[in-house]
């Protein structure tokens, strides 16, 4: 199963994700995460990265690609992965069809997650993350038990960088511009479904867990 997980920043691609991942195991292919633990080990691709991460600019394509590709070649992915924040733009999406098309891949459902700007800025303002596991918090709906630790190892939680209001901002931009014609890209090919991200987790779940099933994509029919 081959999945991608569209939508803004806040719309909970990363919780969502982490769902599937309980009813079926595949990995979650996420290229903010790989980006910024580059950032954080300072190896050639972070340093690369980095100025444009820290600013909520986009990343170049032809680095997001080179990431891509080498992922999706190793072996946990031979039963499927999961694309969260990828892709991006156009050009992305160009070029993960020519990928596709030599590794004789195929995508099987785009989820669009559709946001409105306060829920967005709101969710992300409140958002904490584990330095060491990657575990995601919200300070209002989904706090951890106790302040600044994560539930399941223990690692600190922080706010990242670009999650202050003003790169918030700049990213829903960037958004728009960049990523949101994808929605068309995909809708023209019939592979996607619409899922309002302004409910409570459980109903944004649901809605996708149904689809998934009427896909045939996990448990029974
Ligand atoms: P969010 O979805 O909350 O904006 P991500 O973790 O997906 O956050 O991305 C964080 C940052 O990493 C982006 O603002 C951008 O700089 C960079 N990035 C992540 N994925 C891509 C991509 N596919 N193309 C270009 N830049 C990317
Ligand atoms: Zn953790």
Redesign the pocket.
């Known amino acids: 199963m081959i999945i991608i997980l569209l939508g803004?920043?806040?719309a909970g691609?990363?919780t969502i994700a982490g769902e599937i991942k309980k009813e079926k195991d595949i990995p979650i292919i996420?290229?903010?995460?790989i980006?910024?633990k580059a950032i954080k080990n300072g190896s050639d691709l972070g340093k690369e990265?980095q100025s444009?991460?820290n600013s909520?600019?986009?990343?170049?394509?032809y680095l997001?690609m080179k990431i891509i590709e080498e992922r999706i070649k190793e072996k946990d992915c031979k039963k499927g992965f999961m694309f969260?924040?990828?892709?991006?733009?156009i050009q992305?999406a160009v070029d993960l069809e020519l990928l596709f098309k030599r590794l004789k891949h195929n995508i099987d459902q785009v989820f669009y997650f559709e946001t409105s700007k306060n829920t967005i800025i709101e969710r992300?303002s409140d958002r904490r993350v584990c330095t060491k596991c990657g575990a995601i918090y919200n300070l209002n709906y989904n706090p951890p038990k106790i302040k600044d630790k994560c539930d399941k190892c223990g690692g600190e939680l922080i706010q990242r960088d670009?999650d202050k209001e003003e790169t918030i901002l700049k990213?829903l931009e960037?958004?728009n511009d960049e990523t949101l014609p994808l929605v068309d890209y995909y809708q023209k090919q019939n592979i996607l479904t619409k899922i309002n991200a302004d409910q409570d987790l459980d109903d944004r779940f649901k809605e996708v867990e149904a689809r998934l099933k009427e896909l045939g994509l996990v448990g029974k029919k």
Do not use: H, W
């Not at 996420?30 to 995460?33: E, F, K, R, V």
């Not at 969260?84 to 733009?89: A, E, I, Q, S, V």
């Open positions: 803004p920043p806040g691609k990363g996420s290229t903010g995460d980006l910024r990265a444009y991460v909520g600019k986009l990343v170049p394509d997001i969260d924040g990828f892709p991006r733009t992305q992300l670009d990213r960037v958004f």
